[in-house]
């Protein structure tokens, strides 16, 4: 261990960026606009999303010394609700519908469009593969132009094209990697980790802060352009009132993701003390410890249904709903009754009843204590406005004018 002399003053200097304020640019940033899609041709939401844990879990259980063959593989399952970006490749460009994904770092093609190659493709000598639970793809890496939007360029970006994949929704192209720079290590054949398109888009001068931030708004259709993602800065027509940060947290395995500490209250009653998690796009659901799970289902009376997977209410007892607390960094942030039910307008689009009310709060299935006990989803965050802030190691959310909107 190096001694208290030299870790103090880079300790005061990272509580002071983590005190500071938002970052902000001069300008307007450029955004990537987001559409919602839903896919149940090969599973549920449910389905989806807990294989989606085991390979975050799994994921961790690699970078912490076992080979990938160590790991017990799981059944990949369609992905049931996809969050899009177009964007393009190459140049003259070939527009690729990616899935926008915070829990993982590679960006690649090839799932479904074939990769045009053009006079900016470079193939490299390296092999490039990852897992994702519910889904994988393996294939080559080049090199290319990458626009994510007019003034977003990316001459030389990396890039996975893949020769096999598995578990993506028709007309799903490939994934728009937005995780730490740490997760694409030993997704290559080098060894190498590959810089992210936020990283490049920094490191080239594109943009002026090293951070994204994301936006959604509740939708009741299955298909929607209701979301965007800001590089370089953040949209103050996107939330209200102020940006609080959050240190990324020091526990692992949520450390080597978008990880947060957290505290859960139902109400005032405190389900889930404070302890490490995820805020992750390619998550549907808001996912609890077991513990914390069983006690919100007792508090709400939720029956588990078999069909959806998901806890379903009664009429009264969702008029008695109190309000879901996330406590993060000393502020509260309430997912109101409404918030915590699925669009009522879709229940049949994931195989419900339409007189049902479903919960989206589901078991994450392991007890609190094991350094990922929660997963903050897109149920969570198309209600909070969220920054994810790489040059200073931190996550800010805000309300938005959709946090007590009652779409549901």
Excluded at 178 to 191: K, N, Q, R
Excluded at 273 to 293: K, P, Q, R, Y
Excluded at 364 to 370: D, I, K, W
């Amino acid at each position: 261990m190096v001694q208290l002399s030299f870790t103090l003053l880079p300790a005061i200097l990272l509580a002071l960026r983590v005190a500071a304020g938002p970052v902000l640019i001069n300008e307007s940033p450029i955004t990537l606009d987001i559409s919602r899609r839903f896919n149940f041709a090969g599973g549920s939401v449910v389905q989806s999303d807990l294989a989606r844990i085991n390979a975050l879990k799994n994921r961790s259980t690699m970078k912490n010394g076992l080979n990938a063959r160590d790991v017990i593989s799981e059944t990949v399952v369609n992905q049931a609700v996809n969050y899009i970006a177009t964007v393009g490749v190459g140049s003259p460009a070939t527009s690729y519908d990616l899935v926008v994904d915070t829990g993982s770092s590679n960006t690649w093609i090839g799932a479904g469009k074939n990769y045009v190659v053009t006079s900016t493709s470079t193939q490299t000598s390296s092999r490039v593969s990852v897992t994702y639970g519910s889904g994988s793809f393996s294939g080559t890496e080049y090199t290319d132009q990458v626009t994510l939007a007019p003034g977003l360029v990316i001459p030389k970006q990396s890039i996975g094209v893949a020769s096999n994949s598995s578990g993506f929704a028709d007309g799903t192209d490939g994934i728009l990697g937005l995780g730490p720079v740490d997760l694409t290590a030993g997704t290559l054949s080098t060894g190498e980790p590959i810089p992210t398109v936020t990283d490049n888009l920094f490191s080239q001068g594109t943009i002026t802060g090293d951070l994204f931030a994301i936006y959604f708004q509740p939708t009741t259709t299955d298909e929607d352009a209701n979301g965007s993602i800001a590089f370089g800065g953040i949209d103050s027509t996107k939330f209200t009132g102020e940006i609080a940060y959050t240190p990324v947290t020091s526990t692992s395995p949520a450390s080597q993701y978008w990880g947060i500490d957290q505290e859960v209250t139902y109400g005032t009653t405190n389900i889930l003390a404070s302890t490490a998690g995820i805020v992750d796009t390619g998550s549907t659901l808001i996912h609890l410890a077991t513990d914390a799970f069983n006690q919100y289902k007792d508090a709400t009376g939720g029956v588990l249904d078999a069909t959806t997977g998901l806890l379903t209410i009664t009429a009264t007892q969702y008029a008695a709903l109190q309000n879901l607390n996330f406590i993060i960094g000393g502020v509260t942030y309430a997912l109101t009754p409404n918030a915590q039910i699925w669009p009522r307008s879709l229940n049949t689009a994931i195989g419900g009843s339409a007189g049902s009310i479903y919960l989206v709060v589901i078991d994450l299935g392991s007890p609190s204590g094991q350094g990922l006990d929660f997963i903050n989803g897109y149920a969570f965050l198309e209600r909070f406005y969220s920054v994810h802030d790489m040059g200073n190691n931190r996550i800010g959310l805000a309300t938005t004018p959709f946090t007590d909107a009652t779409t549901n």
